[in-house]
Nanobody, 128 residues
């Protein structure tokens, strides 16, 4: 069983920044692609960003490209999401996810990730 624990959410004004962290349990962190998803009230969960298992590739939703940066620290079993220039439409619960398959990373067409584990979520609220 894998545990993913997010932190770093909160309330911020439009134009501000937040950094989310997700700490994962287990010894195989470095073999799995990791990502962030979000879900706003009344909407479906959507992809935000992903980083490949070998830390070679990152991908983003068009809505956050140029503003958000995903990174990972395999020594700390942690993945981060740096969010800059936040907008009210970024308001959502943000979820960390670990892929279900080791040594795998997809494409935009197939989906970069096939999440197997989810964190509990952290609320991000951006005021206008």
């Amino acid at each position: 069983q894998v545990a993913l624990v997010e932190s770093g959410g909160g309330l911020v004004q439009a134009g501000g920044s937040l950094r989310l962290s997700c700490a994962a349990s287990g010894r195989t962190f470095r073999t799995y692609s990791m990502g962030w998803f979000r879900q706003a009230p009344g909407k479906e969960r959507e992809f935000v960003a992903a980083t490949s298992w070998n830390d070679d590739t990152t991908d983003y939703a068009d809505s956050v490209k140029g503003r958000f940066t995903i990174s990972r620290d395999n020594a700390k079993n942690t993945v981060y999401l740096q969010m800059n220039s936040l907008k009210p439409e970024d308001t959502a619960v943000y979820y960390c996810a670990r892929d279900s398959t080791p040594f795998w990373y997809g494409t935009r067409r197939s989906g970069f990730m096939r999440p197997g584990y989810w964190g509990q979520g952290t609320q991000v609220t951006v005021s206008s």
